[in-house]
């Protein structure tokens, strides 16, 4: 069943350091990936997407990497800033399911100055 | 270029109460989604519309939730009556792709926060 609970996985780095989220997705059918960023009352940002026919996409600092064997998708910061700090999501959504993004339980990365 | 609005930021309630919250989307985006985001989880699409028609409300409570987009523009989502599981921030989001099925960046709104006691 699905799971409920008030306590994010929490990942705490040193500033300067470079930070990896992990996010296993559930769907195989799932073609499109999307990472969010979300500060403390606010929506979620849109950080960096990666489609299913690539399994490395590099943005500024940021990079995704997909493994679809094994239905995982990470997150890599370089240089973690402490604006850096905020809950982040991965999110899928499948094509032939009218496009629907599901949103995973999300991250609490908190950077150390 | 203004970003997603939404009212009211907060509202409490008691419940079986009423509440009714607006959004703006960015100019020209055809589609707008309403999620919920219960503490500690990520956002859950309740209903997806593609200018003011209906692609996707299949996770919406029909019997105390109702949304409406009738320009294609601003939407509405009303709760009645509320339940204490409704409190939750609520987030709309637009994107500009008028495929539906072609999910492509969602612009978010800053949320609803919504307190049932």
């Known amino acids: 069943g699905e799971s409920v609970g008030l306590h994010l996985p929490t990942l705490s780095v040193q500033e300067g350091d470079n930070s990896i989220i992990n996010c296993a997705y559930s769907?195989?059918?799932?073609?499109?990936f999307i990472w969010y960023k979300q500060e403390s009352g606010k929506g979620p940002q849109f950080i960096i997407d990666?489609?299913?026919?690539?399994d490395k996409r590099q943005g500024q600092r940021v990079t995704v990497l997909l493994n679809k064997t094994v239905k995982h998708l990470s997150l890599q910061i370089a240089a973690t800033q402490p604006g850096d700090s905020a809950v982040y999501f991965c999110a899928e959504s499948d094509y032939n399911q009218g496009g629907k993004l599901i949103f995973g339980q999300g991250t609490e990365l908190s950077v150390k100055p | 270029e203004a970003g997603v609005a939404q009212s009211p930021r907060y509202k409490i309630i008691e419940k079986r109460q009423s509440v009714a919250f607006w959004c703006n989307p960015i100019s020209g985006h055809a589609t707008l989604y309403w999620y919920q985001q219960i503490l500690g989880q990520g956002p859950k699409l309740l209903i997806q519309f593609q200018n003011n028609g209906v692609v996707d409300d299949s996770q919406l409570p029909k019997d105390r939730f109702s949304a409406e987009r009738l320009k294609g523009v601003d939407s509405t989502l009303k709760i009645q009556p509320a339940k204490l599981e409704d409190s939750a921030v609520y987030l709309c989001?637009?994107?500009?792709?008028?495929?539906?099925?072609?999910?492509?960046?969602?612009?978010f709104g800053e949320g609803s926060r919504l307190t049932v006691l």
């Open positions: 989001a637009s994107s500009l792709d008028p495929d539906p099925g072609n999910t492509g960046e969602l612009f």
């Open positions: 990666i489609r299913s026919n690539m």
């Open positions: 769907n195989s059918a799932s073609d499109y």
